[in-house]
């Protein structure tokens, strides 16, 4: 693995041999390394069994995701595989609120448009909700050797959707049709949104983050909230539960008892300006530009750029972008331009 400057403008990139990583995944308690997970699960869906076209794009990334839950529980634990399954079920239903419906199948429709449209949370997130729930109807060791077969089956090539579909009409419909039927398989595929019958991840470790929140919005003050035991994906679980509207007051006691503005763990920071910025709490605006500056992953930095615009801060955000523009890859900086249109005539 390789870590790259922070203009690399994405979470990793599974290369043979050699995985790219960004830096925002060095947080100095391990807590983000489920995205190196991620990179060398690609070794066997991705650069073994790849994608013929953009359009394909699912193959790879939601069955990498899948897997790299299940590495995550193997080397962590069932509770923290939980944690993140649940966080990206939010992300994506987050999306599902923005993308309109006929984008939310799991074959991305770019084929007349630019690819990099494909890398969404409908490939990523909703082909991994398809992948788990394989596994919850075969049961695991069924499914197990359903993917070693699939791996083997396609190694070295690329496919399509089709060609999956194919494939599973061929093994799975016959092996396991009393658990699966293919309309169903044709719904999680071909169908918009996500299926009638999903039942949404949950984690029970998530309870005592649901205590602190109707705590803190009752009234008690921040630092009185039972937290020690918190990982990363409970405080983005409380951070992403917290009320559209939050009073100044309530924001400084947060920021005051947890120190969450400038914090190390680029995932937090992240949500907490989103957070910040939605209810003017203007205090976050110099750390908010270091952070926009110093930081190149697209993950990041377009919700950020989106929640000053739709927040109204023109001038804010013309000045933090023309400072942090040229240290971004010319990929972000299109999408950027792109974002900003309405701004970017003020940009020199």
């Known amino acids: 693995m390789i870590v790259l400057p922070p203009s690399f403008p994405f979470g990793g990139m599974e290369n043979p041999m050699l995985a790219f990583m960004t830096p925002t995944l060095i947080a100095g308690d391990k807590s983000l390394v489920s995205t190196v997970a991620h ?79 494909a890398f969404n949370r409908f490939t990523y997130d909703k082909a991994s909700m398809f992948v788990h729930e394989l596994e919850s109807r075969l049961g695991r060791a069924a499914f197990d050797i359903f993917l070693r077969q699939y791996v083997e089956h396609f190694a070295f090539s690329a496919i399509t959707t089709e060609s999956f ?86 924001l400084l006691d947060l920021d005051e008892a947890f120190q969450l503005t400038g914090h190390q763990n680029a995932e937090i920071a992240c949500d907490w300006y989103r957070v910040a910025i939605r209810n003017h709490f203007d205090l976050i605006l110099p750390a908010l530009s270091i952070y926009l500056c110093k930081i190149g992953r697209g993950k990041f930095v377009r919700p950020l750029f989106t929640e000053l615009q739709v927040a109204g801060y023109k001038q804010e955000l013309v000045t933090i972008y023309n400072q942090a523009r040229p240290g971004y890859h010319p990929s972000l900086q299109v999408k950027l331009d792109a974002l900003l249109r309405v701004e970017i005539g003020l940009i020199g």
Do not use: C
């Open 39 to 117: 990179e060398l699960a690609h070794s066997w869906t991705g650069n073994l069994v790849s994608n013929a076209t953009w359009r394909d794009l699912w193959l790879n990334e939601g069955f990498t995701t899948y897997f790299t839950n299940r590495i995550v529980e193997a080397v962590y634990g069932k509770e923290q595989a939980e944690l993140e399954w649940v966080i990206e079920y939010g992300r994506l239903v987050e999306e599902m609120q923005s993308m309109p419906l006929a984008e939310q199948t799991l074959p991305a429709n770019v084929q007349d448009r630019d690819p990099n449209l």
């Open 165 to 250: 579909v194919k494939y599973a009409q061929q093994t799975l419909l016959v092996e396991h049709g009393d658990k699966l039927s293919e309309n169903e398989l044709n719904e999680w595929i071909y169908g918009q949104g996500l299926p009638d019958w999903f039942v949404a991840p949950t984690s029970t470790s998530f309870d005592k983050v649901d205590a602190a929140l109707e705590a803190f919005i009752g009234g008690a003050p921040a630092h009185t909230l039972a937290v020690t035991q918190w990982r990363v994906h409970h405080w983005q679980y409380f951070l992403s539960k917290l009320p559209l509207v939050v009073s100044q007051s309530m």
